[in-house]
């Protein structure tokens, strides 16, 4: 275990106790609380397990390593940028794909630029965006989020 996860385990731990201490009966009516609603994601849980198992299975791990390898990291940032532009998952499910591609041999920087414009950019929803915000907003808001998205990959790839 690394020392952040350490920190936080420490600090939950001290919450929780200056939490009872405070207030058992609260406490534990929270406690009560969030145990029906990890009951209620827990088909979410495994749902995400399940997608990012097919994921897995119909994408060979020789693919994602020519794809988003590291042989053109500039052509492999643009194109999973496009891909998470036009995918839209939550990203409760984006953080462990990602992960999952990194550990099959996708490169840093395009996996980011899938995940952050996987979050940023809505090429699906832009209909919607148009119809409430009008479609000059909506174009420039989401072209300018695949462009910081390419950035912030790059940033993340330098600092990683």
Known sequence: MD?????FWA???????????????????????SKSMMGGMLGE??????LIG???TFIPPELVKKVLGTSNTFVS???A????????IPAFVAFPLVGSLVDVGASIIPAVAFLTTLTMVGVVT????????????????????????????????GLL
Do not use: C
């Open 3 to 7: 020392i952040f996860t350490m920190v």
């Open 11 to 33: 600090i939950a731990v001290l919450l929780f106790l200056t939490s009872i201490i405070r207030s058992k009966k609260n406490t534990l009516e929270a406690m009560k609380k």
């Open 45 to 50: 849980i495994v749902a995400i397990i399940l």
């Open 54 to 56: 097919l994921v897995l």
């Open 77 to 79: 940032s643009v194109v």
């Open 81 to 88: 940028a496009i891909i998470g532009s036009i995918t839209l």
């Open 126 to 157: 832009f209909p919607l965006e148009r119809k409430e915000f009008g479609t000059k907003f909506a174009f420039t808001r989401n072209l300018l989020s695949f462009g910081f998205a390419i950035v912030i990959a790059w940033v993340m790839g």
